[in-house]
C-alpha cells in the first residue's frame, strides 16, 4: 500500500500510524466515490442481469469486487488484533493487499475520460449547433395593417412578414416587395450574396444583407427548408452504418469474452504463478492474481469501439451540411464512396435546365442588337421557354422593346406580329418556307444550328429575313471539371436522357463522356440502372420528377437541391448548391469518413491487442508488476479520447481538393448494355439511298417528307452521302418510298 511509505512524508498523522485506520479511511472514501459514480453499477449489474453485458458491466465488477475484496482484506486485518496484542508484521502485510484505491480510481478515471470524450463529441456536433442556432427566435408579421413582433414558431402560412437588412428569414417565403441580397452560404455553402426581387424564394435561416423586403410566407414551422436540412443531419448522427452494425456484434461477444479472459487469468496466475509471485516484494499471490484479473476488466473496456463510427459519422454530416451536401442517414454516406458507376440525367444535372441564347446570327446588312430588339419584341408576349431566353437575354443587354401590334401565336410554327404595321414572323424553317421566305444559306445555317443540338429561330421582317438567333441548354460552367474528377476516382460517368441523339452527343462530346443513351423514357432509365447494377454499385444523379424511379432505384440517389421535391424525396444524397461537383466532393467525403472509421476501429482493436496481455501480467518478468487496475482505466480513457479526436479530423477535410482521395479500383463497363440499347433503337432504324438531292433545299425537302410520316422519328438526311436515316415502327418500306417519290425523289435501296 503506497500510502503507508514512509519516505512519502503524508501528514496524516496518527491515522497514518495505524494500517487499520488507515485502511478505514481509504475503504470510505471508495464507497464515497462509487456512490457518486452509482450509473455504472445500476447499469452495468442490469445489463448482466438481462444477459447482455456492457462497458459499464466490465467498470462494475472490476470496481465493485476490488471494493469487496479490499473490505475482506480488512477483516483480515481485523482477526489479527486481538486483546493480548497486534501482530503488526501480519497487519503491514495484509495491509499491502489493499484493493480500495482500485475501486474508487477506475470509475473516478473513467468518469473523467468521459467528460473529456463529451467534450469532444460536443465538437463533433458544432455542424449541426450552427444549424439550429440559424433559426431566428422572432418575426416581424403584418397583421390587420399592423406590424407586430411574433415568434417565429407562430407565423402562420400565407402570413406576410417583414425582414430588415441583417436580419434572418425566419420562415420560408416569397418576396412581395422590395430588392436585396441574402447570404445563403450557411444553408448551401455559396458564398457569394444572392440577388432577391419581387418573385425570388427566400428560405428560413439565411439572411438579408441590404434592403428591406416584404415577404409571403409558403412554408413554416417543420416545413421550412432549414428545419428539413437539421432533420436530414440528425438522422444520419442517428443511425447506423453496415460498418457500426458489426462493430455492435464485435462488442456484443466481446464483452462476455473479457470477462471469461479475465477469470482464466485470475485462475492461471493461482496455478501457474506462484513462483513468480514470491519473487516479487510485498505482493500476495491472491492479491496479485486478483488485481491482474481487475486490470484485464478495466483496461477491455469498449469505449474506443463503440465510439469508432458513431462520433466519425457525425462529424463527417456535419462537414457535409456546412458544404450543402447532406446526408440522409449513414448508410447513404457509407455507400457514396462505394460507386463504380454513377449515371447522369441531362436536363438541370449536366445543363442548367433553362434554355439560353447561344448564338445571334445577323444577315447581311443587319446588326446584332438590331436582330435582339426585333427578336425580344416579337417574343415578349409569348410565354414559350425559348422565347424567355431570348427575353432573358435582350434585359441583360438593357435593350429597349419596340411597340408591336396584332400578336399572333402559331402553333408547330411560331410567331406572327406587326411592328410598324409591317408583317412580321418568328419560328422555325418550316414557317419561313410556308411564307416563302426560305433560302438555301439559311437552310445551310438551320442545319448547321441543329447538327450542334441547338434550335435556330428565324425572324423576318415582311418580305426580309434579318437573322437566326440559337438558343440551347447551356452545359454548367463546372459540370466538365465533375465529369473528370469522377473519372480520377475510378468513377465511369454515364449519361442518360429523354433528349434526341443529336443534344445528347453534343453534350457528350463538350464534356468528355464516353458513354450515353439517349431518347430514353424514365422506364428506360430504371431498366438500365438495374442492369449495371449487376456489375457493381451505381449512384445516379437527377433532378426532374421524371428521375425519382431511377433515383430510388440506384444503390445512391443524389437529388440536384433546385429540382423537383419529388426527386429530392426520393433520394439518399441532397446537393443544395445544385453544382454537379458536389456529387463528386459526396463522394471524397464518404471516402474519408470511412478511411476516419477504419482508423478509430484499427485503434481500438490495436490498443486492446497490445494493452489485454499486459494487464494480464505477461511482462511482469521484465518488472512491469506494479501496473495497478486505475492504471488500465486511464489507458482506456486516453483510447476513447484518442478515437474523438481522430474524428475531429475530419473537419480538416476539404472535399473539393482533388488532390485528397485516392483512385479506387476502376470497374471495367459492361458496353454489352449500351449495345444493347442501341440494337434496340437500331431494330427500328432504317437507311435510304436516295437519288436526286442536289442541294440543301433538296435535303430539306426531303426531310420534311419523311418527318410527316406517322410513326418516324430521329430523320437525318446528309447530302454529302445521299441517303437518310430514321426510326420507322411499324411503317413500311412502301410508304417511305411513296412519301420520298412524292417529294420528287427516288429511293434507290431501303435497308
Not at 419560328?427 to 445555317?445: C, F, Q, T, W
Not at 441523339?501 to 424514365?522: C, G, N, Q, W
Amino acid at each position: 500500500m503506497g500510502y503507508m511509505n514512509m519516505d512519502w512524508h503524508w501528514p496524516l498523522g496518527v491515522i497514518g500510524e495505524n494500517p487499520l485506520m488507515f485502511g478505514l479511511l481509504e475503504g470510505s472514501l471508495a464507497l464515497l466515490i462509487m456512490l457518486l459514480n452509482r450509473n455504472f453499477y445500476t447499469s452495468g449489474v442490469k445489463a448482466l442481469l438481462h444477459g447482455g453485458a456492457n462497458m459499464d458491466t466490465l467498470v462494475a465488477l472490476g470496481s465493485g469486487v476490488a471494493f469487496l475484496y479490499g473490505l475482506a482484506m480488512m477483516f483480515v486485518m481485523s482477526s489479527f488484533v486481538t486483546s493480548n496484542g497486534t501482530d503488526y508484521t501480519k497487519v503491514m502485510h495484509y495491509s499491502m493487499c489493499l484493493t480500495f484505491e482500485t475501486a474508487g480510481m477506475v470509475p473516478t478515471l473513467i468518469t473523467i475520460g468521459k467528460t473529456l470524450e463529451s467534450f469532444s463529441k460536443g465538437k463533433t456536433t458544432s455542424a449541426l449547433r450552427s444549424l439550429i442556432d440559424l433559426a431566428p427566435k422572432e418575426a416581424h408579421v403584418l397583421r390587420d395593417g399592423k406590424e407586430i413582433t411574433i415568434l417565429a414558431s407562430d407565423v402562420q402560412k400565407g402570413e406576410t412578414f417583414l425582414v430588415r437588412p441583417g436580419e434572418s428569414f425566419p420562415v420560408d417565403g416569397i418576396v412581395l416587395n422590395g430588392i436585396s441580397s441574402a447570404n445563403e452560404s450557411a444553408l448551401t455553402g455559396e458564398s457569394m450574396p444572392v440577388d432577391k426581387k419581387e418573385g425570388s424564394p427566400v428560405s428560413s435561416g439565411t439572411i438579408n444583407l441590404n434592403g428591406a423586403l416584404t415577404c409571403k410566407a409558403t412554408n413554416v414551422g417543420d416545413e421550412t427548408s432549414l428545419h428539413h436540412i437539421i432533420e436530414m443531419v440528425q438522422n444520419a448522427a442517428n443511425s447506423k452504418t453496415k460498418i457500426s452494425a458489426l462493430a455492435d456484434k464485435i462488442s456484443g461477444v466481446f464483452v462476455p469474452a473479457i470477462l471469461g479472459i479475465s477469470l482464466l487469468v485470475f485462475v492461471c496466475w493461482l496455478i501457474f504463478g506462484k513462483g513468480v509471485v514470491d519473487s516479487l516484494p510485498n505482493d500476495d499471490l491472491l492479491t496479485y492474481a486478483f488485481n491482474r484479473a481487475i486490470s484485464v476488466l478495466v483496461i477491455a473496456c469498449p469505449c474506443a469501439l463503440g465510439l469508432a463510427t458513431p462520433v466519425a459519422i457525425m462529424v463527417g454530416s456535419g462537414k457535409g451540411a456546412k458544404n450543402g451536401i447532406l446526408f440522409k442517414n449513414a448508410l447513404s454516406l457509407e455507400e457514396t464512396g462505394k460507386l463504380d458507376f454513377i449515371v447522369l440525367d441531362k436536363t438541370g444535372t449536366i445543363t442548367k435546365g433553362n434554355p439560353e441564347v447561344s448564338d445571334v446570327l445577323p444577315f447581311k446588312g443587319i446588326e446584332e442588337e438590331s436582330l435582339l430588339q426585333f427578336a425580344y419584341s416579337l417574343e415578349n408576349q409569348s410565354e414559350h421557354p425559348l422565347a424567355k431566353a431570348i427575353k432573358r437575354k435582350a434585359q441583360e443587354k438593357g435593350i429597349k422593346l419596340l411597340p408591336i401590334s396584332s400578336f399572333e401565336a402559331l402553333p408547330g410554327y411560331g410567331i406572327h406580329g406587326k411592328i410598324n404595321e409591317e408583317d412580321c414572323y418568328a419560328g422555325n424553317l418550316k414557317l419561313m418556307e410556308e411564307k416563302g421566305l426560305s433560302n438555301d444559306e439559311l437552310i445551310h445555317v438551320c442545319l448547321l444550328f441543329s447538327e450542334k443540338g441547338k434550335t435556330p429561330l428565324i425572324f423576318a421582317k415582311g418580305r426580309t429575313l434579318l437573322g437566326v438567333v440559337a438558343v440551347a441548354d447551356e452545359v454548367k460552367e463546372d459540370s466538365k471539371q465533375a465529369i473528370h474528377e469522377f473519372m480520377e476516382m475510378g468513377i465511369i460517368p454515364i449519361m442518360l436522357t429523354g433528349d434526341n441523339e443529336k443534344t445528347a452527343k453534343r453534350i457528350a462530346e463538350e464534356t468528355d463522356i464516353a458513354y450515353f443513351v439517349s431518347d430514353l423514357l424514365p422506364n428506360d432509365k430504371l431498366r438500365i440502372i438495374k442492369k449495371l447494377q449487376q456489375h457493381g454499385k451505381v449512384g445516379m444523379v437527377g433532378d426532374g420528377i421524371n428521375d425519382a424511379p431511377a433515383l430510388t432505384q440506384a444503390d445512391v440517389g443524389i437529388a440536384i437541391g433546385a429540382g423537383s421535391e419529388v426527386a429530392i424525396d426520393s433520394a439518399n444524397v441532397v446537393l443544395m448548391k445544385s453544382s454537379l461537383r458536389d456529387a463528386a466532393a459526396s463522394i471524397r467525403l464518404s471516402r474519408y469518413t470511412f478511411l476516419n472509421i477504419k482508423e478509430n476501429l484499427f485503434w481500438a482493436f490495436f490498443y486492446n491487442i497490445i494493452m489485454i496481455p499486459i494487464a494480464a501480467g505477461s511482462l511482469t518478468a521484465l518488472g512491469l508488476n506494479q501496473l495497478k487496475p486505475w492504471y488500465g482505466a486511464a489507458a482506456m480513457a486516453l483510447s476513447s479520447v484518442t478515437v474523438c479526436l481522430n474524428a475531429l479530423r475530419i473537419n480538416l477535410f476539404h472535399p473539393y481538393d482533388e488532390r485528397r482521395c485516392k483512385k479506387h479500383q476502376k470497374k471495367t463497363l459492361p458496353t454489352e448494355i449500351f449495345a444493347k440499347e442501341r440494337e434496340k433503337g437500331d431494330k427500328n432504324m432504317k437507311t435510304i439511298e436516295i437519288e436526286g438531292m442536289m442541294c440543301e433545299h433538296c435535303v430539306m425537302h426531303v426531310a420534311k417528307a419523311l418527318e410527316s410520316l406517322p410513326g418516324v422519328t430521329n430523320v437525318h438526311v446528309s447530302l454529302e452521302k445521299k441517303q437518310a436515316t430514321l426510326d420507322a415502327k411499324d411503317v413500311s418500306d412502301d410508304v417511305i418510298k411513296k412519301a420520298i417519290s412524292d417529294a420528287g425523289y427516288q429511293v434507290k435501296d431501303i435497308h
